[in-house]
């Protein structure tokens, strides 16, 4: 579900009067029921990775804390989402049905996932506690990298094995990109981290941790949270305040202002430009230049305003993720303002890990070239973003 549809305000201000009838556990399931709802309308069959990530995620953490589920609960958990898949597969849900080699891929993640987790167990504490780790990090990202960036290095591929007279004409399954993945993923990992890092406890309750994961206002395109901020807010009971209620309608009527009327406004004359008409001038090129940056700086920014205050609406804040990024005085001010939430997930969970600045000059450029590497990959799986 999209935030500029005509039904979102309806759906939000519903789940907000009801939040706030229901007791904290009843507020919980409340959250999750709605996002899945809001995940599922994108495409059904997507939450089932989110699912996935969550079950397998949940386990791991635990583990690594040293809590052993059973064999019978890991086996369901874990093949929960395949599950899902094949009833959707027998049902006339329209866009519901899938080549059968991705459910047997899926059976066969699942079934590997059992596995491995069930002989990690049978190691020492240390190594298991890093195996678990590297179990959880692996199902993520390979999760990510199929979906997300499989069909570019394939097309890559394609087109170096033409330029190299081998031939590169075959064809592969279309991959469609499941929304919000590259978020919901990242903010799965920094949990994780901290979880093996001692920073913050392993979640016990299921439903809980999913609604963390999954939770709708911040589920598609950010912010990135931490457990510390967001698990937390959603643990302990809130209080309806008046404050709650003008902030968070505040943010929603500047997140539509900048979404609707600037993005969408500036989009009419950059798309114009970059369509690359014949005889634009200097001035024409300059206009264009200016209005894309602002109708990404709208759409973006705007799309963030209205995941604060929606989740305002519910008691819950988020973290700011723009300050004013255009007035930045240089390019390291200018990722402080700019997507805070990932410049700093890339900073505590990429950079500084790979030694930060405290090497050699020669290696603080190759942490430095490897961060923004990936952080442009992250944005989109293309030759121009990694450039």
Not at 153 to 177: P, W
């Amino acid at each position: 579900m999209s935030f500029t549809l005509w039904y979102y305000p309806f759906f939000l201000g519903l789940v907000a009067l009801l939040h706030w009838q229901l007791p904290r556990r009843g507020r919980i399931g409340l959250l999750l029921a709605a996002s899945y709802v809001f995940y599922g309308v994108w495409d059904i069959r997507f939450l089932s990775l989110i699912a996935a990530s969550t079950l397998s995620d949940f386990f791991s953490a635990n583990a690594i804390e040293g809590r052993r589920r059973s064999t019978l609960e890991l086996a369901a958990g874990s093949f929960a989402p395949v599950l899902w898949l094949l009833v959707l597969q027998m049902t006339d849900v329209p866009r519901a049905g899938l080549p059968g080699i991705y459910l047997l891929a899926a059976a066969a993640a699942s079934l590997l996932f059992v596995l491995v987790f069930e002989m990690l167990w049978r190691l020492p504490e240390p190594v298991r506690r890093r195996g678990f780790l590297l179990l959880s990090l692996a199902s993520n990202l390979g999760v990510l990298f199929f979906f997300k960036y499989f069909g570019f290095f394939v097309d890559s591929a394609k087109a170096l094995l033409g330029a190299a007279g081998f031939g590169g004409d075959f064809t592969l399954l279309e991959i469609l990109l499941p929304v919000g993945i590259s978020f919901y993923t990242f903010q799965s990992i920094a949990y994780l981290v901290d979880v093996y890092r001692g920073q913050t406890r392993a979640c016990t309750n299921l439903p809980l941790f999913a609604t963390y994961i999954a939770f709708f206002p911040q589920l598609v395109a950010g912010p990135i949270e931490r457990a510390k901020h967001l698990l937390e807010q959603l643990e302990h009971d809130r209080i309806f305040t008046r404050d709650d209620l003008h902030q968070g309608l505040r943010l929603l009527l500047v997140g539509y202002f900048k979404k609707i009327y600037v993005a969408n406004n500036c989009a009419i004359v950059a798309d114009y430009v970059f369509s690359g008409p014949e005889g634009l001038n200097a001035a024409w090129v300059l206009a264009g230049a200016l209005a894309f940056a602002f109708q990404i700086y709208g759409d973006f920014s705007g799309y963030t305003d209205i995941a604060r205050g929606s989740a305002r609406l519910l008691g819950i804040r988020l973290s700011k993720n723009f300050d004013f990024p255009y007035s930045a005085r240089g390019p390291s001010d200018f990722w402080s303002r700019w997507h805070i939430t990932l410049s700093s997930w890339f900073r505590d969970y990429l950079y500084i890990p790979l030694g930060g600045n405290r090497g050699t000059r020669l290696q603080t450029l190759r942490n430095l070239c490897l961060t923004m590497l990936l952080a442009g990959l992250w944005h989109g799986a293309a030759w121009n973003f990694v450039v």
